[in-house]
């Protein structure tokens, strides 16, 4: 789709309102078979990838296992190196491609009502090991109970997951993370909060950018590639959602998503104050 600033640069071309639709029409479907071109391209590339590094994985797995006979212990390191930096590449490739298939409108998500208390405690449950590595102790907060949104609850799942292994991964040891459960007249929201650095200012007009950390270079403490906040922020719009950011360097941050409620009778069952410690060390 051309936007609205491109539509007006093509009108100020035009002799009269006759060429500016041709030329409109010729942009438009250029636009469309560019786009094509692009998503046919990542396809590819990502097939041409997978199947390579399939075969990588499965070679190191094998001498892993000491198939082709015992390791010295300089070349198991060597392969642990391997091994390790190959998972990376493999997620990297499966974030890239997911992240353009969101973005070129590829996915389609299945919408129905989705609780999410039992999608965050889900989340938080499944996490609760690498948080408890560092004694990080995540609570999920209720402030409304029986919030259900419309969404696909396999890519909020994948929101809820991204966002909460953020906040475990920048938060501090033994600090806590808050899992909130609100609602706002048509919206059902929820919140992480922890007690990590903060997002420094320079950062946060970037940070749902593609490849944003605040480590660059050689010195990416934390891992990961920098995509999984654009991943979110492509899910949460395409569910007709928000996401959002507080943060205060060195003080912590709190992403929040707010989501179209499923149904309007499922909002009023307010019970207040139901708060569960998830997990803690
Ligand atoms: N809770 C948080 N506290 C502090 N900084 C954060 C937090 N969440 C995200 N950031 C900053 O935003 C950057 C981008 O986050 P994003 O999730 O997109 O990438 P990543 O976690 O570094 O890698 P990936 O998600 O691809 O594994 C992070 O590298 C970090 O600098
Ligand atoms: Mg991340």
Do not use: W
């Amino acid at each position: 789709m051309l936007t609205e600033k491109q539509c007006l640069q093509i009108r100020a071309c035009s002799k009269d309102e006759e060429s500016f639709k041709v030329l409109l029409d010729i942009l438009s479907s250029q636009q469309k078979s560019l786009e094509h071109a692009k998503s046919e391209f990542f396809s590819v590339i990502g097939h041409e990838l997978r199947t390579p590094l399939t075969a990588i994985q499965g070679s190191l797995a094998l001498l892993d296992r000491e198939v082709a006979g015992p390791l010295p212990e300089k070349a198991r390191n060597m392969i642990e190196i391997a091994i390790d930096n190959s998972i990376r590449l493999r997620d990297l490739i499966n974030y890239f491609l997911d992240l353009q298939m969101l973005e070129s409108g590829e996915v389609k998500l299945q919408l129905q009502p989705v609780e999410l208390q039992p999608l965050l405690n889900q989340a938080a449950t499944n996490l609760k090991p690498f948080a408890a590595r560092r004694q990080i102790e995540l609570i999920l907060h209720e402030k409304v109970r029986n919030i259900r949104v419309e969404a696909d609850s396999d890519r909020l799942m994948q929101v809820i997951s991204n966002l909460l292994s953020n906040a475990i991964k920048f938060s501090p040891s033994s600090s806590r993370i808050t899992i909130t459960i609100d609602s706002h007249d048509t919206t059902g929201c929820f919140s992480i909060t922890d007690q990590g650095p903060g997002i420094a200012e320079s950062l946060q007009p970037l940070v749902f950018g593609k490849f944003v950390q605040a480590d660059v270079g050689n010195d990416r403490k934390s891992g990961g590639a920098g995509l999984g906040l654009s991943i979110c922020k492509a899910i949460v719009e395409q569910l007709n959602g928000k996401i959002g950011f507080t943060t205060i360097p060195g003080a912590g941050t709190t992403f929040y998503v707010e989501l179209p409620v499923a149904a309007p009778d499922a909002v009023f069952a307010h019970r207040r104050g139901r708060s569960a410690t998830v997990s803690s060390s």
